[in-house]
């Protein structure tokens, strides 16, 4: 199937966002949690904080690191794992302990809300007259050991944010208000775009939506512990409203531990081993107990059946979530629905009076949108195969559908008309008409329902919150996309390009982290996806045969054409080519290939040939 025409030159990248010339949010290090095992605000570890001056002589190496980082990290894992006393025990033994007793104190400060006494823990104090204050021996407070280039005055910010936000939500907008004007305003420039977003907080009476509009969850909620995880980890994310951040952790590591530390170094290792695995594929996590390497044997590399039910070229496949069925649509005009077990078609679905050109599962499995060049949508009802609804309210081919993530709602694009992206309900309602001016090409709901991404056939990448509806950034390339798929985390989105290269790009940061190479394509729609037990292959069709110019002494010759209606197969992590398997017929293309959600061994290929290889 050809793409929807436009210009198209070198591929390219700019961002925007808004309007403004701010990037696209840089994403947190760490999940959420604190040290210890505190589970909410206002509960710490029971286990004890200090710096022991007694540690036992022991070497200072272990197998080359260093023992009071490796026991420190012992004890806070022991902790997380709910063995307190025998994290006692240990660091009674060894005479090391996870934090100082500063630490502890800024900690249960943060936690209480004592917002005096945390800056007071945290950047240092002097001992008022009388000698009386808020340090924790009545004298001058020194302070936390900070990195170099932590910014002190962002960390008052910081902290005097969290205040301010506590008031607002216990109805205390007078004090608020000094809060905003005395001590938040002068450690940021006068038209700094923080203060502003939290100055429109101000209106906000209903709790509710005032949590809502700064992105924080109350004073009850998690927002004091991730305080506590932002100034200890490596990055930072502030929100408020769809304004980003990012800003370096600040108290040194060695001072205050960041939070799981030795389960995230666990998970470096397995990830490690996993980049280094090329045919890794399993559905359960590598052994720590040994090294991890998978057989290639054990990959699916063979053509074990053919499906030819198909009336004309198949463009777009899909498994449903639970791998018991597998949709198919494409040039003719009726959608295919087998059952993965037999494979034997369980429904043909044959009300549309054009071709199909894209499907998409209901989460539940319960239902399946179809899109066509007829100008309709439509909803079914897998297990009847029944219509359940018709979309006829675009003016020109529908291109593309995606489900939100409670299936309450679903998105349709278009590629020309008054109406290109429009979310309905499930009883066929309209609930927002976005009213873009770009031609929709495809796009995609992720996982955690937080975003929608966009590609148009001008060549953009535009990505909404979408539960405001507002445009976080836009991506402008210079060369034309065919598909998008958003990873199951939520956290990196895979882009056909028609320069036959696929990118993997970071949803937070709109960073390109990997590009993959050797496929074919450059006139029609490849679709690729994700692959493989826990996503970690990229998989994907290529086009029929590719023109060579031959030159001698600087003059063109002739022209030969290089078979490819491939497969190809890369490992998502490190970038390698796995493997190039043979696809269909030749000269045709291989359109679309659908890796089984449930079953690792198992994928599906779909070309110009009208069959479906399994």
């Known amino acids: ?150 910014n002190r005055d962002q960390l008052r910010f910081q ?125 359960s996590s590598p052994s720590l107990f040994s090294d991890h390497l998978c057989d290639r044997s054990q990959f699916p590399l063979r053509t074990i059946l053919e499906l030819n039910q198909s009336a004309g070229e198949v463009w777009a496949m899909e498994f449903s979530h639970n791998g018991r069925r597998l949709a198919t649509s494409g040039q003719a005009t009726d959608v295919l629905i087998y059952d993965t077990s037999t494979f034997q078609v369980l429904h043909r679905l044959t009300e549309h009076t054009d071709s199909v050109a894209s499907l998409s599962w209901s989460p539940d499995d319960s239902k399946l949108i179809t899109c066509s060049h007829d100008k309709t949508a439509r909803v079914w009802d897998t297990p009847s195969g029944q219509v359940l609804l018709k979309i006829d309210y675009h003016q020109e081919p529908v291109t593309t559908a995606a489900w939100s993530p409670d299936g309450q709602s679903f998105v349709t694009g278009s590629l020309n008309g008054a109406h290109r992206l429009v979310l309905w309900s499930i009883e066929g309602d309209i609930i927002h008409d976005w009213e873009v001016s770009y031609r929709v090409q495809d796009c995609a709901v992720s996982p955690d329902g937080k975003r929608l991404v966009v590609i148009s056939s001008e060549c953009q990448i535009v990505v909404y919150d979408f539960e405001t509806r507002r445009e976080e950034y836009c991506i402008l390339n210079k060369t034309r996309m065919t598909c998008i798929n958003v990873s199951r985390d939520s956290r990196q989105m895979l882009v056909n390009m028609a320069n036959s290269e696929i990118h993997l790009i970071d949803i937070d940061t709109a960073e390109i982290i990997k590009r993959f190479l050797g496929q074919q394509q450059g006139e029609f729609v490849i679709r690729s996806t994700f692959g493989g037990a826990d996503q970690n292959l990229v998989i994907s069709g290529s086009e029929g045969e590719t023109q060579n110019i031959v030159l001698l002494a600087g003059i063109a010759q002739s022209d030969l054409f290089t078979p490819d209606s491939r497969i190809y197969i890369w490992h998502k992590e490190n970038g390698s080519l796995i493997e190039t398997l043979e696809g269909h017929q030749e000269p045709g293309c291989v359109n679309v ?14 070309g110009d040939d009208r069959k479906i290889r399994m």
């Open 159 to 283: 902290l005097k944010t969290q205040k301010y936000l506590e008031l607002l939500e216990a109805g205390d907008s007078g004090s608020a208000i000094i809060v905003l004007q005395k001590e938040l305003r002068p450690l940021q420039p006068e038209k700094d775009p923080q203060l502003s977003a939290l100055s429109l907080l101000l209106g906000d009476t209903d709790r509710e939506r005032l949590r809502e509009n700064a992105g924080w969850d109350g004073a009850k909620g998690q927002s004091r512990q991730l305080l506590l995880r932002d100034l200890s980890s490596k990055f930072r994310l502030v929100q408020l409203l769809t304004l980003a951040k990012n800003l370096a952790g600040s108290i040194a590591p060695s001072v205050m531990i960041p939070p799981h530390r030795l389960a995230v170094l666990l998970d470096q290792v397995k990830q490690n081993q996993i980049s280094q695995c090329l045919y890794h594929n399993p559905s």
């Open 1 to 150: 199937m050809r793409y929807d025409p436009g210009p198209s030159t070198s591929n390219g990248s700019q961002h925007t966002l808004n309007g403004t010339q701010h990037g696209p949010r840089q994403k947190p290090l760490f999940s959420n949690g604190t040290n210890g095992h505190s589970t909410a605000n206002g509960t710490t570890s029971p286990h004890r904080n200090g710096f022991s001056s007694a540690a036992r002589s022991n070497p200072n190496s272990y197998f080359g690191h260093d023992r009071e980082e490796v026991t420190r990290l012992l004890i806070q894992g022991l902790d997380d794992l709910g063995y307190h006393e025998a994290a006692e025990k240990l660091s009674q033994e060894s005479g090391f302990e996870v934090e100082s007793s500063a630490v502890a104190h800024f900690r249960e400060a943060v936690l209480q809300g004592e917002w005096q006494q945390a800056e007071a823990l945290l950047l240092g104090s002097e001992p008022p007259d009388g000698g009386g204050g808020v340090s924790i021996r009545n004298g001058a407070c020194p302070g936390l050991k900070l990195v170099d280039s932590a």
């Open 593 to 606: 290939v659908a890796w089984n959600p449930t079953d690792p061994c198992m994928f599906a290929s779909g």
